[in-house]
Every structure is written in C-alpha cells, then in structure tokens.
C-alpha cells in the first residue's frame, strides 16, 4: 500500500514540476512516466487519462494553499489577513527559487490553457478557485467580526478581489519578468487599502 501509494504521489509531484516549467499540451503521458521513472502501465493504474492527473496535480497545488494557510503566523484578524499575501507570495517565491523565474500559479496556467476545451477540468479548477475563496472570506469575515475593516467593506466581496488580484499580480510577474516578490507586496497594498489605519 505505502509503495503504491508513494508511486502515485511521485507521478503527481513529477508532473506537477513539469507542468509548471512547460504546459500541459506539451507534457506527455511518456514525458511523465520518465521524469518520474515508472511505466505506463502503472501510470494508467493510477490515471485513465492525463486529464486525471492534471486534477490530481490540481488537488495538490490547492492542499499546499490550504495547509499554508492554515499554517500562517498571527494572531489578529490583521496578522491573519495579511497571511494571505504571505502564503501566497511564499509559495510564488519558491517556484521562482525552484525554477529560476516566476512561472505563473498552476491553476491560472491550466485554466488559461485549457478552460475552452475541457469541460471536465474547468469545472475542477472552479472547484479549486471556490475552496481559495471560502478560505479567504472566512478570514475575511473573522476581521470584519473584529473590526479590523473599514466601515462598509464587504468581506465576501473582499475575499473575491483578493483571488482576482493574486491572480492577475502573478500572471503580470510571469509575463513581464517581475520578482515573485512583487505578488506579495501588492496583495499588502490591497489589504492595507481595507484595514482600519493602525488596525494589527
């Protein structure tokens, strides 16, 4: 079980770094299988078709999110808010670490590529975007429960624009060749614009 097990998270991992660093039209089911050294036999074990692995490749991009976040210093609703940024910057700087450019976030790369095409992965990336989102509004509201916001900020609406803008901040980092820390930065900025002033 643990072997079996370690074999399809080695498949998933492996293709998780060649979809970052390429795309998923050019990635093979071989390319796969030598990267992460197991044969197509077993690949198709464990996924009856590459859209399957991108699902799973997706699943673990958005459990490293979750689990970041969860893991986040800061006891504020402040402190936690802007762990968002941080979290999200962190995971940014270690693909530019890892790849030695901004690479652009996984589930932005594959909705870009494949949204018109594949009705099947679209709706599981909308998946992924909407568990960001709750994850984001439940911060969002635990500061507005403090009072952390200012008067009138919709924390739904909050939480939304934080996923528009990490999104569209990542991708503008990957095209203009921007640091990866500039993502984090600009998500600083927007949280601040919706603080109290002093709020910590």
């Not at 498949?11 to 992460?36: E, F």
Request: hydrophobic share 45%; with cysteine; glycine share 8%.
């Amino acid at each position: 079980m643990g072997r079996t097990g370690g074999t399809r998270e080695r498949i998933v991992r492996t293709s998780a770094r060649l979809l970052l660093s390429r795309s998923y039209g050019s990635v093979s089911v071989d390319d796969v299988c030598t990267a992460a050294d197991v044969r197509k036999g077993s690949f198709y074990h464990f996924f009856p078709s590459k859209a399957e692995l991108a699902k799973a490749v997706v699943d673990l991009h958005t459990e490293a999110l979750l689990d970041r976040l969860s893991a986040a210093p800061g006891a504020s609703a402040a402190e936690r808010l802007h762990g968002v940024a941080d979290a999200l910057g962190t995971i940014q700087t270690g693909f530019e670490s890892t790849f030695g450019r901004v690479v652009g976030c996984p589930f932005g790369n594959l909705a870009a590529e494949l949204s018109t095409v594949d009705d099947t992965l679209r709706d599981h990336l909308a998946s992924a975007f909407a568990r960001w989102e709750r994850e984001f509004a439940a911060i969002c509201h635990r500061a507005q429960d403090d009072g952390v916001l200012r008067d009138g900020v919709d924390p739904d609406r909050l939480a939304h624009s934080l996923l528009a803008h990490a999104q569209g901040q990542i991708l503008l980092a990957k095209v203009g060749g921007h640091s990866a820390a500039e993502v984090a930065a600009m998500l600083h900025d927007l949280i601040d614009v919706h603080l109290h002033e002093g709020a910590v």
